[in-house]
């Protein structure tokens, strides 16, 4: 994601993810006229080489960590780089999380408006990872239609044990004895 | 009914009339009752006729009879007979007799006065002689002698006094048969008795019976015992085994054997053929043989052909993947139009039961594969997702799994014995969808990834023969989504971020989103190009863009807007598709598109990716349209970006950089390459962009590089956020640098307007290598000093607090630059 020859700030990763809206403040002073750069940020999206979609960032307050049946309330906010655009979000989730609001599209209809804040939710008995995905979908003004998807992993189980395994199209990896993923192929046989 | 006669009713009147004083004689007088009806005397009339009769002993004969009354009948017809004879309606039965006897029979009938009729009815009967002899039977003759199963004429008769009714028929014990004047003999395995009696019966109930007597011995056994090897034939590798099940039967039964014998060095035990060991093919002959206790011998052959030792069965086949197209209206995944497109280059091998490689091929670029392992080995066929050749034109991608230690992706068809002819196993690696949501693995992903760099190497390898590429993976995982903050903890978990490409000039790797119903990209191909469009240019030509989130109607870094500009171009110049498409959402249904063909965008310039992408696309496709008139293909492309004056340039990579190389390779088409420039509001010349005039809204962006030199003041520059911040146009300035002699310099960055508390830092690069920097967090300035080597700088200079993120404070803020 990201390119180590680089200036090496761009390379720290934070612990946390720190919504714009809180007090995120910059930690230079005048006084010691010193920057403490050693706080770990996020760049504002990925830094690696990222296909195209809609310039949008999503931060959120989320711990990353639930406790099986708990609600959590968190805010989720959308930063949009385009100028001049309407946004929607669009929000889903995983088989086992429940979502307590109805509303799954969000609408951003003021074109200078550059962030929109959206208030999830949620609850989950699962202990596997789950997730809250969201699409931002970006219209311009000349009528370009942009999409990004966003994921928010949720963890209920064992602190940590991150993973998507809600999958239930994928079966146990089965990896042969020289490190091989085998997969089942539809075989035709024919004997001459 | 009654039948009142005349007489009565005359007589009842009168006496009615006498009655009421008819006879005058005036009032008072006496009545004198009627005299009473005269008495009924007259007996009933009964006859038969005929009223004689003849007939024989036991015989029957017809009479009539019948009764009437002057008043009515009240009783009768009944007619007795005597003399053993009966009568019964208008038949008369004569008794058995065998003398002559005259019977009589008479009727009577009453009336209800108790008047009597009577008739009589006589009839001669003719005595018959009784018939007490039975049916003579005879068979001739009624002894005999024959062998198991032979026939034997013998004539069953039968004579009577009288006549036969029934028969002669015979039957027989012991298995005999006796029909029609023929004699059927038991098969028997020892010496047996058959005994047959013969039957017939006259009128009289006589029975008749006579006797047959045959010896029966058993047949001569002729039948031999029947051998058979199934299958009759076999092929065999040297040294090996083959199956063959030998029976032998006897009507008699076995009594020796079966017993084989082979040539040529083979043996044969329990249903099992072994053959020799041999250099050349040969054939060897089993014969096994089976006897009865008649001494009848049986045989059968076997048929071996042995192949010489390390002798091969040929394995071939077709390899395909499930291919799903988008919608062109949707932009999402057309499940329903899947169809089969054949793996091509992939690596084959057979496998054994423990994994171990037997041989090893590559699929060609239809799909087909063809291997050679021994005969009557169980074997698998395995197909890696990867495309790997060494030689001239070399490469090595491989479709690998992130998140399960980065092994490589195959697919594999079942363990099954090779035989001994050649035979065709065809694979496809399935979809996985299941109508409404993936049911099942999706095997086909991996392929799917790896198809379109297939071709994009193949097209590549068309304009360099000789071109090598460095080793790579796609990294794909259905756990890999769109979370994550990109740490090797993350990348190992699916947390990717998106789909992108993680490199740094030595190494690099692409990874692909395949969360379903939120973000896969296996199945878009522009994307999956795409972003082997950045490890191309990392690896194989030269990148200083900085990465970051992008869009076409963004102002960006003329090195991420070059970077990404390539990218999509590369997309559609190799799928010869020019709008690329992303799905996304559930069930991978919607998404969206854009052109590289396009030539409007509304932010054109040279920090616009629209503008690059639509520059590069339109120096390679055969379209004229717009300011267009290029078709130079690839292979100018690919000079242009491996050219050492290119990838060594001193100058930034930027669509500049690009353009100044085309044109000193392409000399004689610098005016139609001028004229696609302008048309995406690009003026400026050689590699630095020398008077460039589109300053894309930020006005400290051009001149696009400020020069600054030894000892010759200092020079402003600015970081300002207008167009955004990170990798946005006007975050960076640009500063090129010439050190005349190699030694100690002081390079100095020092606010000079705009908010202050600023964060300036700089950074030295040559060919692309940063060599020096300056980004300690001192405020509003910053300072270098260290040794230099002599040669061309460029230099990336900016307000810290513009390039990063959460704990910042962009804004704009102009510096004095400086070298000493």
């Known amino acids: 994601m990201y390119k180590s020859i680089r200036p090496l700030k761009f390379f720290l990763i934070i612990g946390t993810a720190c919504a714009i809206s809180t007090a995120c403040t910059s930690n230079m002073t005048a006084e010691n006229n010193v920057v403490d750069k050693s706080e770990a940020v996020i760049a ?79 609850s989950t008995q699962s202990k596997s990872p789950q997730a809250l995905n ?11 239609v942009w999409r990004r998807a966003h994921s928010i992993p949720v963890n209920a189980g064992k602190s940590g044990a991150f993973g998507k395994t809600t999958d239930k199209s994928v079966a146990p990896a089965n990896v042969s004895s020289d490190g091989v993923i085998v997969m089942e192929a539809e075989e035709t046989i024919t004997t001459e | 009914m009654t039948r009142i006669s005349k007489l009565s009713v005359t007589a009842l009147s009168a006496a009615i009339l006498a009655a009421c004083g008819g006879g005058g004689g005036g009032g008072g007088g006496t009545v004198t009752p009627p005299p009473p009806p005269p008495a009924d005397t007259t007996a009933p009339t009964v006859s038969f006729s005929p009223t004689t009769l003849s007939v024989d002993s036991g015989q029957t004969g017809t009479s009539t009879v019948s009764a009437s009354d002057n008043v009515g009948v009240t009783s009768g017809p009944n007619v007795s007979c005597d003399n053993g004879g009966s009568f019964s309606g208008s038949t008369f039965t004569a008794p058995t007799t065998e003398t002559d006897v005259t019977v009589t029979c008479t009727a009577t009938a009453s009336d209800a006065a108790g008047n009597q009729g009577s008739a009589t009815l006589t009839v001669d009967v003719t005595g018959v002689p009784i018939d007490s002899e039975a049916p003579v039977v005879t068979f001739d003759p009624s002894t005999a002698n024959a062998m198991g199963g032979e026939l034997v004429n013998i004539n069953l008769t039968a004579t009577d006094n009288v006549g036969v009714t029934t028969g002669p028929t015979a039957t027989c014990d012991n298995g005999g048969d006796f029909f029609n004047n023929q004699f059927t003999a038991p098969d028997v395995s020892v010496d047996t008795t058959v005994t047959c009696t013969g039957t017939a019966e ?10 047959l007597t045959v010896q029966v011995t058993p047949a001569p056994d002729v039948l031999a015992p029947l051998v058979s090897f199934n299958p009759t034939t076999l092929t065999v590798a040297s040294e090996g085994t083959g199956s063959s099940v030998l029976s032998a039967t ?16 083979g043996s044969f035990a329990n249903n099992t053929f072994t053959a020799p060991a041999t250099n050349v093919e040969l054939t060897v002959t089993c014969t096994a043989t089976a006897e009865d206790a008649a001494g009848n011998s049986g045989q059968d052959v076997l048929t071996v052909t042995v192949a010489a030792a390390g002798a091969k069965v040929t394995i071939s086949g077709n390899v395909t993947f499930d291919f799903v197209p988008h919608s062109n209206v949707t932009n999402g995944l057309d499940y329903a139009n899947t169809s089969q497109r054949p793996v091509r280059g992939a690596t084959v091998e057979a496998l054994d039961g423990s994994d171990a490689v037997l041989d090893t091929t590559q699929t060609d670029a239809s799909g087909n594969y063809s291997v050679n392992v021994d005969l009557n080995t169980d074997v698998r066929i395995r197909v890696k997702s990867e495309l790997v ?25 079942g363990l099954t014995s090779s035989g001994a002819a050649n035979s065709t196993r065809d694979l496809n690696a399935a979809s996985g969808w299941g109508g409404s949501d993936y049911t099942s693995s999706r095997v086909a992903a991996p392929f799917a990834i790896m198809d ?15 071109v090598n590429f460095p080793a790579m993976e796609f990294r794909w995982s259905t756990s890999n989504t769109s979370g994550g903050n990109g740490s090797a903890a993350d990348l190992a978990a699916g947390r990717i971020g998106t789909s992108s490409y993680i490199g740094n000039g030595t190494s690099g790797n692409v990874y692909i989103l395949g969360d379903a119903n939120n973000d896969t990209d296996e199945y878009d191909r522009h994307v999956v190009v795409h972003e082997w469009g950045h490890y191309f240019e990392d690896r194989m030509s030269r990148s200083d863009s900085v990465g970051g989130g992008h869009s076409l109607s963004n102002r960006l870094d003329m090195r991420v807007a070059m970077g990404e500009g390539w990218g999509n171009a590369l997309s559609g110049m190799i799928l010869d598709d020019p709008v690329y498409r992303d799905s996304l959402g ?16 509304s932010t054109a310039g ?15 496709d055969s379209a004229a349209d717009g300011a267009d008139n290029l078709s130079l293909g690839l292979g100018p492309i690919y000079e242009t970006l491996t050219a050492t004056s290119y990838t060594g340039s001193p100058a930034f990579t930027s669509i500049f950089l690009f353009l100044n190389e085309l044109k000193s390779q392409q000399a004689g088409s610098a005016t139609d390459i001028d004229a696609i420039s302008a048309a995406q509001s690009i003026s400026g010349t050689d590699e630095y962009g020398a008077g460039e005039t589109n300053n894309g809204t930020v006005l400290s962006s051009l001149p696009v590089y400020k020069t600054v030199t030894v000892g010759g003041g200092a020079v402003e520059i600015c970081s300002v956020d207008d167009q955004g911040n990170y990798n946005k146009l006007g975050n960076r300035a640009f500063l090129k640098l010439n050190i005349p002699t190699s030694g100690s310099y002081t390079i100095t960055m020092t606010r000079k307007s705009g908010a202050t508390g600023r964060d300036p830092d700089f950074y030295l690069f040559q060919a692309g290598s940063q060599v020096a920097k300056a980004d300690a967090g001192t405020a509003d300035s910053d300072t270098f000093t260290g040794t230099l080597q002599a040669g061309d700088y460029s230099i990336d200079a900016h307000d810290w607090n513009n390039v990063g993120s959460t704990g910042v404070t962009p804004g704009d803020a102009c510096y004095d630059f400086s070298v000493n």
């Open chain 2, 202 to 211: 006259d009128a009289a109930g006589n029975i008749g019976t006579a006797t």
């Open chain 2, 606 to 620: 040279w920090y616009n990716e629209g503008s690059a992408q639509s520059i590069i696309y339109d120096v390679y």
């Open chain 2, 586 to 601: 559930a069930g991978q249904g919607s998404g969206f598109n854009f052109s590289v063909e396009s030539n409007t965008h």
């Open chain 1, 134 to 144: 969201f699409v931002t979908t970006i219209e311009l003004e000349d009528g370009q």
């Open chain 1, 44 to 122: 504002p999206i990925d830094s690696s080489y990222a296909k195209p979609g809609a310039a949008v960032r999503m931060v959120h307050n989320y711990s990353g960590q639930s406790t099986p049946g708990s609600i959590e309330n968190i805010r989720v906010s959308f930063i949009n780089e385009h100028p001049n655009s309407k946004m929607t979000v669009t929000v889903s989730n995983s088989p086992d999380i429940r979502l307590f609001d109805d509303i799954r599209q969000h609408r951003f209809e003021n074109i200078a408006q550059k962030r929109g804040d959206i208030d999830v939710q949620f």
């Open chain 2, 389 to 413: 050749q060494t030689g001239t034109a070399s490469w090595d991608v491989k479709v690998t799994d992130n998140t399960n230690n980065h092994n490589v992706y195959a697919m594999q068809g």
């Open chain 2, 452 to 466: 379109p760099i297939y071709t994009a190497i193949q097209k590549f390898v068309a304009v360099d023969s000789t």
């Open chain 2, 250 to 265: 006897d009507d008699r039964g076995v009594t020796v054997g079966p017993n084989v014998t082979c040539d040529n060095g």
